[in-house]
């Protein structure tokens, strides 16, 4: 589903921020993206629906290549959900209109049918009531779940999440933490970065830990949590699980 | 000194002064706004297009305009207005246009240089991440802009605007140099016929005064609002 394949990245001259990352996602897996701040995991994730450029290597997401000029973004967007650390609900739109907006510019549908699939996600993710509320009187989980309606809205083949909990008040990570996993149960193919190591556990297939923009460790989940093969992952881990 | 006023002469006076004088003002006022502001954004977002040449006939536009006295804008362009119409469309003759026309292209035109400076910094004050999320979505630029960023930028300074149009509404009083009958123009008028000249134009000081004073009032209670929104 996702391929990615010798990717390096340069914000300046002197400044590698991916090196020669390759991996991929198959479709229905879930993958869990981890690593230290600064390691480059938002710019890996960026990278797989083009948020942002890279110089060399190859990406392509479903067979079409992000990368070749002639591909259409938009498009290819539209099939790729995204979710934001920082939510990223546009504020001067009611919710039911964060979720409408794409459905009704970008896929054309009528306002009918994007009313119905918004009002459909909203009872799943359990803020039907909040459909007419604005982003701003809504708590930081709550956002965060219209956020994932709003990537599913669009019929996504894929869906990609940047450290989606980790702006949230303890108490509301759960909430959050529980929408991604039934996702997960109900086949969705994802990429996640994530410090959430309990989620990790429950429906990771595969987990990657980056340092310094390189991908260190690529490996089934079982392996990664048993026994990391490289130092940086296994001092990475203990740090985080002694929280 | 004012025992021998005659404020009579203004209640004569009021249906001139506002149906002439303050109609054209305001539908000036309204006009040039609604002008400045499209052609203003229209500016921003060549600024911030990242097209580096676009960016630079911008800049320059803006910086001309806003280092020219807006009385010589008006009364320049009045001059040259027919002659570049002919050049642009051939004829044979300088091109007539009223002086409304002319006077509404040229506050458009001027004002379009401070709008645009206000329109880019509301389209810098959103975050690069609303943008992106558009454009996550599937948004082209296009529609990021106009149904992400743009509502955004106008909302989060619509104070401004508002602050800068009441500006705009004091200086449509500069048309006088065309002598056009606004509501300071209609003003004089009365006052050179009636020889009335000071209660003329304490009066009309009095209105743009009071409009002036009402409309800031108002822009006080939009930014407590707004503030509020986000
Ligand atoms: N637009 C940019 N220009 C220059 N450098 C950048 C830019 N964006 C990110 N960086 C740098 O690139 C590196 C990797 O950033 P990135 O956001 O991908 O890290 P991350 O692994 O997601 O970290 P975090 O856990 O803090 O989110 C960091 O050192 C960051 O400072
Ligand atoms: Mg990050």
């Not at chain 1, 993958?31 to 701040?37: A, K």
């Not at chain 2, 082209?140 to 009441?166: D, E, H, S």
């Amino acid at each position: 589903m996702i391929e990615i394949s010798h990717v390096n990245k340069w914000y300046s001259p002197s400044f590698q921020v991916l090196t020669d990352c390759t991996t991929s996602v198959t479709k229905g897996e879930v993958v869990v993206v981890c690593g230290p701040s600064g390691s480059g995991k938002s710019t890996l994730i960026k990278c797989v629906n083009a948020l942002e450029p890279f110089q060399s290597g190859d990406i392509s997401v479903d067979g079409t290549k992000v990368n070749d000029p002639k591909t259409d973004l938009p498009k290819l967007r539209s099939r790729v959900g995204m979710v934001f650390q920082h939510f990223e609900l546009f504020p001067h739109l009611k919710i039911i209109d964060n979720l409408c907006l794409a459905q009704q510019k970008v896929l054309d549908r009528s306002r009918d049918k994007a009313m119905a699939k918004g009002m459909q996600l909203l009872e799943r993710v359990g803020l039907k009531e909040q459909a007419q509320k604005y982003p701003a009187n809504l708590s930081g989980g709550q956002q965060q779940r219209v956020a994932i309606a709003r990537a599913l809205a669009m019929d996504p083949i894929v869906m990609l999440f940047d450290e989606p909990t980790s702006a949230l008040d303890p108490e509301m990570v759960s909430e959050v933490l529980d929408v991604m996993v039934d996702l997960a149960h109900e086949g969705m193919t994802m990429m996640v970065v994530t410090h959430e190591m309990g989620f990790a556990r429950k429906v990771a297939n595969r987990v990657i830990f980056m340092d310094r923009g390189e991908i260190v460790e690529d490996a089934a989940k079982e392996d990664f949590f048993g026994k990391p093969r490289s130092d940086r992952a296994q001092k990475f881990l203990s740090k985080i699980l002694s929280h | 000194m004012f025992a021998n006023l005659d404020f009579d002469v203004i209640r004569r006076a009021l249906p001139y002064l506002f149906f002439e004088g303050m109609t054209f003002t305001l539908t000036l006022t309204a006009l040039a706004a609604l002008g400045g502001l499209v052609f203003g954004t229209a500016l921003a977002l060549m600024r911030l297009s990242g097209f580096k040449i676009l960016g630079r006939v911008a800049g320059v536009y803006v910086d001309f305009m806003r280092s020219l006295p807006l009385v010589l804008v008006i009364f320049w362009f009045y001059f040259l207005v027919p002659y570049i119409g002919q050049w642009v469309t051939g004829a044979s003759r300088p091109i007539s246009v009223g002086a409304f026309a002319s006077s509404l292209i040229t506050f458009i035109m001027f004002e379009a240089a401070y709008f645009s400076e206000i329109m880019r910094a509301g389209i810098q004050s959103i975050s690069r991440g609303q943008p992106a999320a558009a454009s996550a979505l599937g948004l082209t630029y296009a529609q990021t802009m106009r149904y992400v960023v743009l509502p955004q930028a106008f909302r989060n300074m619509l104070p401004v605007l508002i602050t800068q149009t009441i500006v705009l509404f004091q200086d449509t009083s500069l048309v006088y140099v065309l002598s056009i009958t606004d509501f300071l123009g209609a003003a004089s008028k009365v006052a050179q016929r009636d020889g009335r000249l000071v209660e003329m134009y304490l009066f009309a000081a009095v209105v743009y005064f009071t409009i002036s004073c009402i409309a800031s009032f108002g822009v006080r209670r939009l930014q407590a609002r707004i503030a509020i929104i986000r």
